[in-house]
């Protein structure tokens, strides 16, 4: 059986659902050889994450997702192999940001109460267990309390930017978390490019993030159809882009999509894994 890999995962620490230990477990069950955490702009999880690798036959990778900001279009970037010492870069660098994400949830939360909605900042923050929640918690509770049948129709109504609710909070730019993750020796990645960016857009961007040191994009992702893995991979081979993918794991917030196999034929090689590591300067 050939070796592989997710290189996508979130835990608790941002919108999943398994603790960070919990993914560990899982990726053992799964017969996974490495599993990154990627939790949305936090470093929090990584210290549990790593700890728990330590007696798991499963190479754990230090990883983190950047929400960032490319022509006002939301581009996440990864950045996985950072090392021990520059965690603490990372909350830094993020502090300001997170900061506007918790205005941003408060004035959500705000305009779906204005609007009749019974829910409060409390509620998403006790599922988070943080204020730092995302909108995938609001779904949640709006799918608790019956106004909505689904987090994907939450997401397709009232939490969709641009239907008066949901007002983004202001964002780093894309190049910038390439810079920065490049400062620190890790790999800089796009996240799921063709859900944020169309081929044409992507032609622009591509260069402008290779300049900035981008070393991969995503060609193997949960939601990709053939022909989006297809153009993917043309573009890696088109610009010289290395090449990782992952799940997008967030446990039972997104329940169709398992660790390491997404929606049941998805296959990241461990030679994404090798790959990857050869883009930073990491010491295991």
């Given at each position: ?127 988070s267990e943080s204020d730092l929640f995302n909108r995938s918690h609001v779904a949640r509770i709006l799918v608790q309390k019956g106004y909505v049948p ?135």
């Open positions: 059986m050939k070796k592989r890999c997710d290189l996508h995962s979130h835990s608790t620490c941002s919108d999943g659902t398994f603790t960070p230990a919990e993914l560990v477990t899982l990726a053992e069950e799964k017969g996974l050889s490495a599993l990154a955490l990627t939790d949305h702009n936090t470093a929090e999880g990584l210290k549990e994450f790593m700890e728990a690798g330590k007696n798991s036959p499963v190479i754990t990778v230090p990883g983190c997702e950047f929400t960032t900001e490319w022509h006002k279009k939301e581009v996440h970037i990864v950045g996985l192999f950072f090392r021990e010492e520059y965690w603490q870069e990372i909350t830094d660098f993020l502090e300001l940001v997170n900061i506007a994400k918790t205005n941003a949830n408060k004035i959500l939360i705000d305009n779906l109460v204005k609007a009749g909605y019974e829910i409060t900042f409390e509620e998403a923050a006790e599922i689904t987090v994907s129709a939450a997401f397709d109504t009232l939490l969709k930017e641009g239907n008066g609710f949901y007002i983004p909070a202001r964002r780093i730019t894309s190049a910038a978390a390439v810079r920065f993750i490049k400062t620190f020796e890790a790999t800089a990645i796009i996240a799921h490019p063709l859900l944020n960016l169309t081929p044409e857009e992507l032609r622009e961007f591509l260069p402008e993030m290779k300049e900035a040191g981008l070393d991969a994009i995503e060609t193997e992702y949960t939601e990709f159809t053939p022909e989006m893995k297809k153009t993917a991979v043309s573009l890696a081979e088109e610009f010289s882009l290395k090449q990782s993918g992952g799940s997008d794991f967030h446990g039972t917030a997104k329940p169709d999509i398992d660790l390491g196999s997404g929606r049941g034929d998805l296959f990241v090689p461990y030679s994404f894994y090798e790959d990857m590591k050869a883009c930073s300067n990491y010491d295991e």
